[in-house]
């Protein structure tokens, strides 16, 4: 079996990176294309995968170089041998019938980001999918709200949710000492995140608790965000932002942490999400903190921590959280309650069924030819 993967993200991004790897343990060949803006980087992945990196830098002076990306790619496809296509982006989907035409089969990953983001890019994941689904052969999705819309559709499907792979976080060090650690390194934008409102928690914690540190990593293009970190990081020494975190570090730091922060807007694509940071939270054995109404938030309220419904006051995150740290037993309490709970949700658990899709489709192909 050989695999075509293609993908219009960040090349650093984890849920792909954790499918290239464990496709590349039971596949002869795994070919992965890469479109984005992000700089050429060195991809640590499997002998059997080979990488190639498409920049694109789409700007108001140059907006169809997407255009000549998306023609690479189709001369990529041309020239492939490969049984299996595997895309990672809705926009990639106009590529598919050309695919079938060279007799590939055909994989779509539905990411949650198009959903989560809403507006344009939503309208444009619903335009493409709705258009070209016939072209598709094989659907991966995140969580169950999404399975009640691809119902509508004739696809072979998995839920594979985003999970975290375990020994990555069974590797790291954990931490064995104060002071008490809040975290969250990941989307810092108003859109999605209750940005904001998490920093004047945290502002309130650091002003009236000691022996407190919190550590915030993730780009920022807002602002406001901006300036309100700039002034944290002033006004405490115990505050500490970093910009954008490599994933390596990311593990390693939120290890070493007690409270791991994760504040989703009241937007409804939000309800029922598969949040790659709560599952690194639980692997991780952190007390969890959170707003939302994310897909198993109910195992983890009062058991690993406290899940707030949208919109919560402040001053209840603020009480909340001062709890935890006046009280050394409840969050001893909720960090062993997360640490069995990551148990549970492990990307080991469910990454077998990219194998279980690919062979059903290769099946039901071979079935067809006879």
Same mark, same amino acid.
């Given at each position: 079996m050989k695999i075509l993967v293609v993908s219009y993200h960040n090349i650093n991004d984890n849920r792909i990176n954790k499918? /290239?790897?464990?496709?590349?343990?039971?596949?002869?060949?795994?070919?992965? *294309? +890469?479109?984005?803006?992000?700089?050429?980087?060195? /991809?640590?992945?499997?002998?059997?995968?080979?990488?190639?990196?498409?920049? *694109? +830098?789409?700007?108001?002076?140059?907006?169809?170089?997407?255009?000549?990306?998306?023609?690479?790619?189709?001369?990529?496809?041309?020239?492939?041998?490969?049984?299996?296509?595997?895309?990672?982006?809705?926009?990639?989907i106009v590529l598919l019938p050309y695919a079938k035409s060279r007799k590939m089969t055909t994989v779509y990953d539905k990411h949650e980001s198009y959903e989560l983001y809403g507006g344009l890019h939503g309208r444009i994941s619903n335009y493409l999918e709705n258009t070209y689904h016939k072209k598709i052969d094989g659907v991966v999705y995140v969580n169950s709200n999404q399975e009640l819309y691809l119902n509508t559709f004739a696809y072979r499907k998995r839920l594979i949710p985003n999970f975290q792979v375990k020994a990555q976080f069974s590797s790291a060090v954990e931490k064995s000492s104060s002071p008490i650690t809040l975290i969250y390194i990941g989307t810092l934008t108003e859109s999605s995140r209750a940005t904001l409102l998490m920093l004047d928690m945290i502002e309130a914690i650091l002003s009236t608790r000691s022996g407190v540190n919190c550590v915030i990593g993730g780009p920022v293009n807002d602002s406001r965000i901006d300036e309100r970190l700039e002034a944290l990081s002033n006004k405490f020494e115990t505050f500490s932002y970093l910009g954008y975190v490599p994933y390596n570090e990311l593990i390693e730091l939120t290890c070493k942490s007690d409270i791991g922060l994760y504040f989703q807007k009241d937007r409804p694509n939000n309800i029922g999400s598969s949040p790659n940071k709560i599952f690194e939270y639980l692997l991780s054995g952190l007390a969890v903190v959170s707003i939302g109404r994310f897909e198993h938030w109910d195992k983890i309220d009062s058991v690993a921590g406290r899940v707030f419904d949208f919109d919560p006051p402040l001053s209840d995150l603020v009480t909340f959280v001062q709890g935890l740290v006046d009280n050394p037993a409840l969050l001893r309490k909720f960090k062993n309650g997360s640490k069995a709970l990551g148990e549970q949700f492990t990307w080991e658990s469910v990454e077998g069924r990219y194998r279980e899709l690919y062979e059903e489709l290769f099946d039901a192909t071979s079935s067809t030819e006879k």
């Open positions: 499918h /290239l790897n464990t496709i590349s343990r039971f596949t002869e060949h795994v070919h992965y *294309v +890469n479109i984005s803006d992000s700089k050429r980087q060195n /991809l640590t992945v499997r002998e059997n995968c080979s990488v190639e990196q498409i920049p *694109v +830098n789409v700007t108001k002076k140059n907006p169809f170089g997407i255009i000549w990306a998306f023609l690479k790619v189709r001369r990529i496809i041309r020239k492939s041998n490969a049984n299996i296509i595997h895309i990672h982006d809705p926009l990639l």
